[in-house]
């Protein structure tokens, strides 16, 4: 798009986000340059020679055309807290991801560094200032959309200039949620995000310059709305329950104590582990012959589990473990399964959209899978597959498996009459008091989970509803005793999160903003040696009531070939597009690991290369 000219010697260039031009002569100092696509634009306005550029955050649409500018004398600067990103970009995609890997939520990266690395010639610090040519810039760190985002402030005659990049968007919003969630549902980012718009608003900015959308017509309007609007969001967003003050008090109000120390009695054939702030998966039906079903099996120390399990077939008649049933794809729901299976003997079964994540963890890049755990088994094999919606008998029980998202998409609830209950297991989808009339149970609220809130809290609300159990058997040692009321709190609860999030996202449907998978690549992870080519599906996912038309091109590093390099294709209303694509190492490929992107047009919305995948060549 040509310049639009802003004010004298100030220029705005728009690709896959705004750059900024600051003119002085012939030359140039850019705030970010998008697809690069400015470069050509500039000898329009006389400049010849670009000085600077400072990136506002390192989000591969802000900064995915810096290439363009290689060899022409160009400096850069970005934030000195995300000097690593820039430069060292493939080091936060890792092949065996772990809970622990620095700037991930459980090991799913929230970081969107370049495909290439860029080499920074300063790093400003949180309170740094910068001059070129007489333009004294404050460096403001405003980091929230991005872990080290920072705005650019510049004084005028008239007021402060503010370069806000991500930090808001006219109306109060956010260009996108997903790079805000740096922690599992706790908020850290959202804090980040209202904590920078206060600073800014301090200045009383006369402009506020974003990195997308219109510019704010009322910028101190509009970071106070921001502002409302996380904290509205807030109120929705924490988990519906008590977590680290008095959860372990309503943890369970059921059981009771039997012969065998800390194996605690729900009804005559239910059993669960209880103790002091100790919340791990397990749940025992034991029929009256001796055999038994488990129903998850993690966060439980093997010798630890073998000592109780000894005593519970010397006290209350166990012989064998039939079964464990796993009812979602985080692994401290499964990581004690082979331990069952080695030494009792046990089959492992669960719901048919659980068992490809746990079976192949490495091809998906979600939060918590079984791989990140550092178990020397990094994936599941099962041996048998529970068809949605299908009944089954055993022993005296006939008991139904049905698809339940709430904490993630790939999840189940096991349910049926026992001992005369209508029992639900619902893995980690809902935990609170059910007397406490402000509790709406729900549990962390992590995109990296894979769950839009209609397709995940939503839709378990009403399944719940549906199905009305009188006792629910959460994961983590959670039980719910006549949780009807609780149900309802948890619907209205989930349908004012929605609302929260559709409010401060911008853009046409809020999911394009929350999700951050609407374009995914299955596997997520390719090995490949030098020659070597493997085969991916790109899907596509279309969240509007129309049908829309995208086109994505695939993006490189050097060696690495894709085919077709564009996927252009129209997805019908409310539905997901699959492609078919190779991608190659040629003989030059460097080994290591390597980011593919997908730069994304929808409609005639640029939105630059959000989303990748990662590609390891082999020495």
């Known amino acids: 798009m040509p310049l639009r000219q802003l004010a004298a010697d100030l220029f705005q260039a728009t690709d896959t986000c705004h750059s900024y031009v600051f003119r002085d002569g012939k030359h140039a100092l850019l705030i970010d340059c998008g697809d690069g696509s400015v470069l050509d634009e500039l000898p329009k306005i006389g400049v010849e020679q670009v000085d600077w550029i400072l990136f506002t955050h390192h989000h591969r649409e802000q900064c995915q055309g810096f290439p363009k500018f290689v060899g022409r004398n160009v400096q850069v600067a970005a934030p000195e807290a995300e000097r690593a990103f820039f430069e060292l970009p493939a080091s936060f995609r890792k092949w065996r991801a772990a809970l622990g890997d620095p700037h991930s939520v459980y090991g799913a990266s929230y970081i969107r560094p370049p495909i290439e690395p860029i080499k920074l010639d300063r790093g400003f610090k949180t309170m740094d200032d910068f001059t070129w040519r007489g333009k004294e810039f404050w460096c403001l760190d405003t ?52 904590n920078a718009a206060g600073l800014l608003a301090g200045f009383s900015p006369l402009k506020i310059f974003p990195s997308h959308g219109p510019l704010p017509a009322d910028p101190q309007r509009d970071l106070g709305e921001l502002q409302r609007k996380l ?207 402000e509790q709406t149970g729900h549990e962390a609220v992590v995109a990296r989970n894979s769950c839009v809130i209609e397709e995940s809290y939503l839709y378990a609300a009403d399944y719940l509803h549906t199905i009305g159990p009188d006792l629910i058997i959460g994961g983590h040692s959670w039980v719910l005793d006549q949780p009807r009321q609780l149900i309802e709190r948890y619907r209205a609860g989930a349908m004012a999160l929605r609302e929260a999030f559709a409010a401060l996202c911008d853009g046409a449907d809020y999911r394009y903003a929350y999700d951050p998978y609407w374009v995914r690549a299955v596997p997520y992870r390719v090995s490949l040696r030098p020659g070597e080519s493997a085969e991916i599906e790109v899907q596509v996912r279309n969240f509007l009531s129309r049908r829309q038309r995208h086109a994505i091109r695939l993006c490189t590093p050097a060696g690495l070939q894709v085919e077709p390099m564009l996927l252009n294709a129209i997805v019908g209303a409310e539905s997901t597009r699959r492609h078919k694509m190779r991608v190659a190492a040629g003989a030059n490929a460097a080994a290591g690991l390597h980011i593919v992107a997908f730069d994304i047009t929808l409609d005639d919305a640029r939105h630059g290369q959000l989303f990748d995948f990662a590609v390891r060549v082999e020495e």
């Open 143 to 194: 980091r929230g959309n991005s872990p080290g985002g920072m705005s650019y402030l510049l004084r005028t005659d008239n007021g402060w200039w503010a370069f806000t990049g991500d930090a808001v968007l006219s109306g109060g919003k956010l260009h996108t949620w997903f790079d805000s969630e740096w922690d599992y549902g706790f908020g850290k980012g959202l804090y980040a995000l209202a």
């Open 231 to 437: 904290r509205e969001l807030e109120r929705h967003y924490l988990r519906g329950y008590e977590l680290f003050r008095f959860a372990a008090a309503a943890q369970d109000r059921v059981s009771r104590p039997t012969a065998v120390p800390h194996l605690w009695q729900l009804t005559p054939h239910l059993y669960k582990f209880r103790g002091p702030d100790y919340w791990p998966n397990f749940t025992l039906l034991l029929a009256d012959n001796g055999n038994a079903l488990v129903i998850d099996c993690g966060l439980i120390d093997p010798a630890f589990l073998e000592q109780v399990l000894q005593r519970t077939r010397e006290r209350l008649g166990l012989k064998q473990i039939e079964a464990v049933i796993v009812t979602h794809m985080h692994g401290d729901h499964c990581e004690g399964a082979p331990y069952l299976r080695e030494k009792w003997g046990a089959k492992i079964w669960t719901h048919e959209r659980v068992a490809p994540i746990c079976r192949r963890p490495q091809d998906y890049d979600y939060s918590a899978s079984l791989n990140t755990y550092g178990k020397p088994f990094e994936s599941l094999e099962f041996d048998r597959i529970l068809r949605d919606g299908e009944t089954f008998t055993w022993e005296n029980w006939t008991l139904a498996a049905d698809w339940m998202p709430g904490q993630t998409e790939f999840a189940m609830c096991l349910h049926g009459e026992i001992d005369g209950r209508r029992v639900a297991f619902t893995g980690d989808n809902i935990f609170a008091d059910p007397a406490a009339a």
